[in-house]
């Protein structure tokens, strides 16, 4: 163990540690079952999931369902200096600041930006728990090696290695999923090996080699499925998590350039010249982004504490 | 103790070394090279040529490699392109303002946090209760540099009751030090220009600590209530010791050693956060200072100060350990 940040590797690997036990009293069940029954009663769940949903679906018909194209300068003429058009007929939130209509780009934005948030999340995923698996599977040199590797990216506060590599990248809506994706890595490879680490000492895990069970098998068909509960609510989490530092990102002149897809962080990011102005421009989409990462968290916190039998209540 | 510390500052070694990899591949794998990024995308190919070999950019990798870390154990991470100057002379400058930012911005989240945790968690179920919950959740979720926004628009540009930018107000004429602005008021008995200083800190510092604030006090509720049920409260109750003993000597205080924890946690978060609130509030710290570098590719500033933070993040954790192997005997051990 090194020095660094040993917290936040102790928390991460604590929730790791709780992976797969079931809850007293749903003995029968599956895992995923009794946690899918806790979730179903549970208000502040469905609450997270609604939102979720509504915004998935709203992202999904986004053509469909809003009013006007995101992209065309409808009331370009009547915007003044110091007067951007506000709440008007045909235009329930106005325009921004070159004469677009505010709600169709809220619409539209919710596409890319929950985009951005899924697919930085799966990518971190996906090369977190490779790493994890490696880590967890292999144990000796190759878990060193690795572990290392994720130490020195923890090393880096998130958003400080998200500017380095969206730099590297330069500026487009794929550098801006690898940035934050790299964010992620690390925590996923190190839950899913603390995780792993755990069920490969399990009971069944020794009886599955005691019968002679391939390691690969035992690794894929046994341990691997058994730890995946933290990385399902860390990655749920994390899509909270994407969304907000994809907004930061934008802000700080790294998000996406091209204008033809609106997003909430550069239409947040812009509305800051215009705030004394017209507030509504940078209210609306910080309001997007907050109910989607409260969704997400809501979401997330019920899932682990479903998962978790140490949250049993 | 002793051999705990330096056991801990021996095992830097390798990730600082890892980090200093990282860095240098970065600036090799810029589009163009370093030479470009000094010189621009038009720079002519002899230029390119003739910038390499006076660097020693035309050597293998390896020399080159062990070049770099040569220099940047020296702290040389050579010259800003915007400000023309050396990175780490800029660098000290600027981080100050950062330090007294961060500083009080978690004097906010602390003092305010703890409190309201704890608070929450004694009135468990009533609407400070449940408002403490919600309104740290929302705190989490709500974009840090949003707030920054709003915090400015109401106190600084419509209320007018704190200034919204900048560490100090240009007209003061205020006497450099150590470039801590309050500091430097304080030593030179300049009184105004430390109160200003003061002023200029407020409303960043309350926007950047607001995440921290937010699990602080999530932390501390959480805590409070797995303590509150714990035997050994039970048992002080039991023996008669006065409520007020109990609060102060069992519960408050074991259920401030994972707040201890998670307070280490938030430097990454702050320092994170700072480059945001800066940026809202032309606070001229490190962070304006790298949002700036985004902006006018100042790769020298880039790497040299993303990697002194990570070099700050990385010693402030190793601080965080030593004291809670201060606090928890335990923890030496391993």
């Known amino acids: 163990m090194t020095a660094l940040g040993d917290y936040k590797r102790e928390r991460i690997d604590e929730l790791a540690a709780r992976a797969g036990q079931l809850p007293e009293g749903d003995a029968g069940l599956s895992l995923t079952r009794s946690a899918v029954r806790r979730l179903r009663r549970d208000p502040v769940a469905i609450t997270g999931a609604v939102i979720v949903l509504v915004f998935l679906v709203v992202a999904a018909f986004a053509p469909l369902l809003a009013p006007r194209d995101p992209v065309t300068q409808y009331l370009l003429s009547e915007i003044r200096p110091g007067l951007i058009p506000g709440s008007q007929e045909g235009f329930p939130l106005g325009a921004d600041n070159l004469g677009r209509d505010l709600l169709s780009r809220l619409i539209y934005g919710s596409r890319q930006s929950l985009l951005i948030g899924v697919v930085s999340t799966v990518l971190g995923l996906v090369v977190g728990m490779t790493l994890g698996v490696l880590a967890g599977a292999f144990g000796g040199w190759v878990d060193t090696l690795v572990m290392r590797f994720v130490d020195i990216i923890l090393s880096i506060p998130g958003l400080l290695m998200a500017i380095t590599v969206s730099v590297l990248l330069g500026q487009n809506q794929y550098a801006l999923m690898i940035a934050i994706a790299v964010v992620q890595v690390p925590i996923f490879a190190r839950l899913l090996r603390g995780s792993m680490l755990v069920q490969r000492g399990s009971d069944y895990a020794v009886a599955a080699r005691a019968l002679g069970v391939r390691k690969s098998r035992i690794v894929f068909g046994h341990v691997l499925p058994n730890s995946l509960s933290p990385v399902i609510v860390q990655a749920t989490l994390s899509l909270a998590t994407a969304i907000i530092e994809a907004a930061a990102l934008s802000y700080l002149g790294l998000g996406d350039p091209d204008i033809a897809r609106p997003e909430w962080g550069a239409m947040l990011a812009n509305a800051q010249d215009f705030l004394s102005i017209r507030p509504a421009l940078a209210v609306w989409p910080a309001l997007c982004i907050i109910v989607v990462a409260l969704g997400f968290t809501l979401l997330g916190e019920r899932l682990r504490e479903a998962l978790d039998p140490k949250f049993r209540r | ?334």
């Not at chain 2, 040569?70 to 023309?84: C, E, K, M, V």
């Not at chain 2, 107000?169 to 205020?174: E, F, L, Y």
């Not at chain 2, 960043?204 to 995440?211: D, H, S």
């Not at chain 2, 590719?297 to 933070?309: E, K, P, S, T, V």
């Open chain 2, 1 to 334: 103790m002793l051999r705990f510390i330096v056991r801990r500052l021996f095992q830097l070694v390798p990730i600082l070394l890892g980090l200093s990899v990282l860095l240098f591949a970065w600036l090799r794998a810029l589009p163009g090279g370093p030479a470009q990024a000094a010189l621009g995308e038009r720079a002519t190919p002899e230029a390119i040529a003739q910038y390499n070999e006076l660097f020693g950019l035309d050597e293998p990798l390896i020399v080159q490699y062990f070049r770099f870390l040569g220099r940047a154990i020296t702290l040389d991470f050579g010259t800003s392109t915007q400000y023309g100057r050396p990175v780490t002379e800029v660098f000290l400058e600027r981080f100050p303002g950062t330090i007294e930012l961060t500083l009080l911005a978690m004097v906010f989240a602390i003092g305010v946090g703890i409190p309201l945790g704890y608070l929450a968690a004694r009135r468990h179920g009533s609407f400070l209760d449940s408002a403490s919950v919600v309104g740290s959740l929302i705190g989490v979720a709500i974009p840090v540099f949003f707030l920054a926004y709003l915090l400015r628009l109401l106190f600084a540009v419509e209320l007018g009751w704190l200034p919204g930018s900048g560490r100090q107000d240009v007209r003061i004429d205020a006497t450099r030090i150590t470039n801590f602005y309050v500091l430097d008021g304080l030593l030179t008995r300049e009184w105004d220009a430390a109160w200003d200083a003061l002023l200029h800190l407020i409303l960043p510092a309350i926007a950047l600590g607001t995440i921290p604030l937010a699990i602080i006090v999530r932390i501390t509720r959480a805590s409070v209530l797995d303590v509150v049920n714990e035997d050994y409260v039970r048992t002080a109750n039991a023996k008669g010791l006065a409520m007020a003993t109990v609060r102060r000597r069992h519960i408050v205080r074991n259920a401030l050693l994972p707040v201890s924890t998670t307070i280490g946690l938030q430097t990454g978060l702050l320092l994170s956060g700072a480059v945001l609130t800066e940026t809202v509030f032309a606070f001229g710290g490190v962070g304006l200072t790298l949002r700036d570098a985004i902006t006018y590719r100042d790769f020298a500033i880039l790497q040299g100060f993303i990697l002194m933070l990570a070099i700050v993040y990385v010693l402030v954790n190793l601080l965080v350990d030593i004291s809670y192997g201060l606090l928890d005997p335990r923890v030496r051990v391993r």
